[in-house]
Structures are given as structure tokens and as C-alpha cells.
Nanobody
Framework: QLVESGGDSVQAGGSLRVSCVVS????????MGWFRQAPGKEKEGVAT???????NYADSAKGRFTISRDNTKNTLYLQMNALKPEDTAMYYC????????????????????WGQGTQVTVS
């Protein structure tokens, strides 16, 4: 089970950290990722982290977002800085067993287990 939290309404230029508490699986053994979906748009990959803690980012996230995990808390994080209105979306965490995720391919179809999402609004 994946449960996201931390979504909020923030002003442009601000920062926010969203969290994903994971239960039933060990985040150290999987490729984990963050995705987002804005109204009327397709789900978009944001970042991934594999079991070696190698990270990959979508171009829209590079330099502003950081994905990380806390193994002791079995929790995934996404630190978002310099937020823009176009970052407004529902943010989802997900787990992948697909080898493509290990290659740094951020694709929603590679992820099998999803959380319910947390809303981030930037104005």
C-alpha cells in the first residue's frame, strides 16, 4: 500500500515536500517513482529512484525536484523547489518491477502499484 501526503497550495517560487509511506513492501528492493496528472492531461512521469538509489528526472523536474527515500521509515519523498503554476497536479507515488525503470525510463505503464495521490496547487 502506498499513501501519499503533504500536498498543499503554495505560491509560485515556493517549496513543498510530498511523502509516500509504503507498507507491505520494502522500498529498498524496488524501483519507485513519482508521477503527476493535471486536469485534462495525461499522467506524466516526474522522477524515479531504484534500489541502488540511482535517480532519474523528467526534464520538467531537473534542477528543481529531488526524489529520495528513507529506508528506516520505508518512505519515499519528492522535494519540490522553485514551484511554477504548471506544476499544479495530483501527485502519485508508484512501484515498478519493470526492468525499464532500472534503465531510467519514466513511464507510467512500467508501474504496477499506485497510491491515491496528493494535490499540489501552485498559484
Amino acid at each position: 500500500q502506498l499513501v501519499e501526503s503533504g500536498g498543499d497550495s503554495v505560491q509560485a517560487g515556493g517549496s513543498l515536500r510530498v511523502s509516500c509511506v509504503v507498507s507491505g513492501i520494502d522500498v529498498r528492493h524496488y524501483c519507485m517513482g513519482w508521477f503527476r496528472q493535471a486536469p485534462g492531461k495525461e499522467k506524466e512521469g516526474v522522477a524515479t529512484i531504484n534500489w541502488e538509489e540511482t535517480t532519474n528526472y523528467a526534464d520538467s523536474a531537473k534542477g528543481r525536484f529531488t526524489i529520495s527515500r528513507d529506508n528506516t521509515k520505508n518512505t519515499l519523498y519528492l522535494q519540490m523547489n522553485a514551484l511554477k503554476p504548471e506544476d499544479t497536479a495530483m501527485y502519485y507515488c508508484a512501484r515498478s518491477e519493470n526492468p525499464g525503470c532500472l534503465l531510467g525510463i519514466i513511464r507510467a505503464s512500467y508501474f504496477e502499484l499506485w497510491g491515491q495521490g496528493t494535490q499540489v496547487t501552485v498559484s
